[in-house]
T-cell receptor
Framework: EPEVTQTPSHQVTQMGQEVILRCVPI?????FYWYRQILGQKVEFLVS????????KSEIFDDQFSVERPDGSNFTLKIRSTKLEDSAMYFC???????????FGPGTRLTVL | AQSVTQLGSHVSVSEGALVLLRCNYS??????LFWYVQYPNQGLQLLLK??????LVKGINGFEAEFKKSETSFHLTKPSAHMSDAAEYFC??????????????FGKGTLLTVNP
């Protein structure tokens, strides 16, 4: 069964460094999302991406964040200058667009020191 | 704006007992509703979804949920809990108010513990 994959599973970085989180969505899906879950808190929407552009972003998704679908298969989230409060589990999701069902990857745990 | 409230951050049941996890939502347009499960150190797995068809929705692992518009609720139930059901459960709402977006808004989650 097709699934969303994410790499790396765990990333440790120093404050101020750039990180790129990678996702491979399910191949025929059209909508792509990033969510994050700070430890002990609820899953929060970051950004949605459709037709090669951002369709919506939350207030969390400031100028330090960017997303890209560089080659038609990968979907990346870049954080330009990480802060301590960026430490969280980041989930990628994709959807075919039917009934809004989203399929989630296993997540990347980002730890900012 | 849409929102989800899950009553009870932690629910504990005995093996074989009824599981009831509560979810109430608010949405300005007819919603799509989902329950996801998260096992320790894993991602989110879809249990079931409501997409304006039957109000009683059956999902995987014996779970079901009933959409009650008058109560704005979408509670998750399972007649008989199994040890393997121990996990965190998230209710989520989505709607088409944003056009081609369908972002999910999650509740805070309910941790289900199953006692032998």
């Amino acid at each position: 069964e097709p699934e969303v994959t994410q790499t790396p599973s765990h990333q440790v970085t120093q404050m101020g460094q750039e990180v790129i989180l990678r996702c491979v969505p399910i191949s025929n899906h059209l909508y792509f999302y990033w969510y994050r879950q700070i430890l002990g808190q609820k899953v929060e929407f970051l950004v949605s991406f459709y037709n090669n552009e951002i369709s919506e972003k939350s207030e969390i998704f400031d100028d330090q964040f960017s997303v890209e679908r560089p080659d038609g298969s990968n979907f990346t989230l870049k954080i330009r200058s990480t802060k301590l409060e960026d430490s969280a589990m980041y989930f990628c999701a994709s959807s075919p667009g039917n009934y809004n069902e989203q399929f989630f990857g296993p997540g990347t745990r980002l730890t900012v020191l | 704006a849409q929102s989800v409230t899950q009553l009870g951050s932690h629910v504990s049941v005995s093996e074989g007992a009824l599981v009831l996890l509560r979810c109430n939502y608010s949405s300005s347009v007819p919603p799509y509703l989902f329950w996801y499960v998260q096992y320790p150190n894993q991602g989110l797995q879809l249990l079931l979804k409501y997409t304006s068809a039957a109000t009683l929705v059956k999902g995987i692992n014996g779970f079901e949920a009933e959409f009650k518009k008058s109560e704005t609720s979408f509670h998750l139930t399972k007649p008989s809990a199994h040890m393997s059901d121990a996990a965190e459960y998230f209710c989520a709402v989505s709607d088409d108010s944003g056009g081609s977006n369908y972002k999910l808004t999650f509740g805070k989650g309910t941790l289900l513990t199953v006692n032998p």
